[in-house]
């Protein structure tokens, strides 16, 4: 396997693999208030006040209005696309009393029945997954 | 003198605490995963074998560090360290107990290393450190060892290469070689295997380079301190990243090892469950490069 060594190889290779959005820095900064706000529902007091209200709620942080639309439709490849990061988009689905597996179910355009299946079966093999570019 | 008896590598899938918690760990679905634990429980708390102090390396899960700091490896140096709400509230677990003698000694000797580690005084710890404790001891009204919470962001781009952490587990051994008190010191090794939680590609599993990474800890082969984190997002999942951690465990157990018992298991949850019990064969890691870690005077000062 070819190995980056300068940082401008690293970072692409890291666009290289197919349905996956690595956290690089520039995600990281797009998507820092969504990661904030989800991160701020591991508080019971905000996850009450979210659920109650949870437009009010995500206004209060300074995101784009697409991260809020995508916020409010679950819709975690567009938030995945917007700079969220799965183990801070995970405490929505804590917060909406989903399991991990549901949540990243919806990802893959798979139903929760469809996916677990997959996963029984050994999961998703690798192959023809590794490199858009290589194609394998 | 305290010394490095073993090293534990294991998964740290969050179902796995909640199977527990819940009684489902003897569910059809738990219950294969857990079964491969038997052994190790058994071994662990057999009065050669049980360790003072555990050493966890692990990732904290956006639980204990939000966004606005992102340590590269962190070393609890707290007297005790509660379970995080992950949402869900936190896990009927016990508050874990440090050891701040060990880890500021520890902390002190890999700055003189030239490992400049973040000290944290106070964290939660999430499921990265619970669940392997879970899975080694079961249910229990308090652990029975002292915990040094190492985390390691694998969250945020670039994470630490295996080399670096590999390097970093000698210097440990280096450190905790030089502690005067005597005490029996596991590292573990926690997360992995190969695992995806996010995008089309998520549930992407690859047992062959998983038991390829389990084989290669053991003996005298050093190749993981070289795969690219290339390989692993690849070949393991974006998640299977987190096996750089194991190399710090393995790093730590010198130049050869053994492996005692091993267990692999797909799926849990979205995830392949590994779990590896190593003994170093010869425990040698290379000198201290550094000026102040060579240096008898610095190294007094520590002492």
């Avoid at chain 1, 006040?49 to 437009?55: L, S, T, V």
């Avoid at chain 2, 390097?167 to 005067?180: C, D, K, Q, T, Y």
Wanted: with cysteine; net charge negative; charged share 20%.
């Amino acid at each position: 396997m070819r190995e980056a060594t300068d940082i401008a190889t690293y970072l692409a290779d890291l666009e290289d693999i197919p349905g996956t959005q690595v956290f690089t820095a520039q995600r990281a900064r797009q998507g820092y208030h969504l990661n904030q706000c989800a991160m701020s529902l591991m508080k019971p007091e905000n996850r009450e006040r979210f659920k109650a209200d949870e437009r009010a709620y995500i206004d209060e942080w300074p995101m784009s209005e697409e991260q809020k639309e995508a916020l409010l439709a679950r819709d975690y490849n567009r938030l995945l696309n917007l700079g969220g990061n799965i183990y801070f988009l995970a405490k929505v689905f804590s917060t909406d009393g989903i399991s991990v597996v549901q949540g990243v179910s919806t990802m893959t355009g798979m139903s929760v029945e469809e996916y677990q299946a997959m996963m029984m079966a050994g999961g998703r093999s690798p192959v023809g997954q590794r490199s858009i570019r290589e194609n394998n | 003198m305290a010394r490095i008896t073993h090293g534990i590598g294991c998964s740290h899938i969050p179902v796995l605490g909640y199977a527990h918690d819940h009684g489902k760990d003897g569910d059809d679905y738990f219950k294969p995963a857990f079964a491969g634990f038997d052994w190790t429980r058994e071994w662990i708390t057999a009065p050669d074998s049980r360790p003072d102090v555990v050493i966890l390396v692990y990732n904290d899960h956006a639980s204990a560090f939000d966004m606005k700091v992102i340590p590269t490896f962190a070393i609890g140096c707290g007297e005790s360290f509660t379970p995080a709400d992950e949402g869900f509230g936190p896990r009927p677990v016990p508050v874990v107990e440090g050891h701040p003698d060990l880890a500021w000694h520890i902390a002190q000797s890999l700055v003189l290393d030239e490992f400049d580690t973040t000290i944290i005084n106070e964290m939660e710890v999430d499921h990265g450190l619970t669940v392997p404790l879970t899975m080694m001891f079961g249910d229990v009204e308090k652990w029975p060892v002292k915990v040094i919470p190492l985390a390691v962001n694998v969250v945020t781009y670039p994470p630490p290469s295996g080399n670096r952490c590999w390097a970093l587990g000698e210097a440990i051994s280096r450190a905790v070689s030089s502690f005067p008190q005597d005490l029996k010191v596991q590292i573990w090794g926690t997360g992995g295997m190969s695992h995806q939680l996010q995008g089309p590609r998520a549930g992407l599993i690859n047992k062959e380079w998983d038991n390829r990474f389990l084989d290669g800890l053991t003996g005298e082969g050093q190749d993981l301190r070289h795969v690219p984190h290339i390989e692993y997002l690849r070949e393991t999942g974006s998640e299977g990243i987190e096996m750089v951690m194991w190399l710090i465990m393995r790093g730590a157990l010198g130049k050869s090892t053994r492996a005692l018992h091993r267990h692999y298991h797909v799926p849990v949850s979205n995830t392949a469950l590994g779990h590896i019990v190593l003994e170093p064969v010869d425990p040698t890691v290379p000198p201290s490069r550094t000026l102040e870690g060579g240096s008898p005077i610095a190294q007094k000062m520590i002492a």
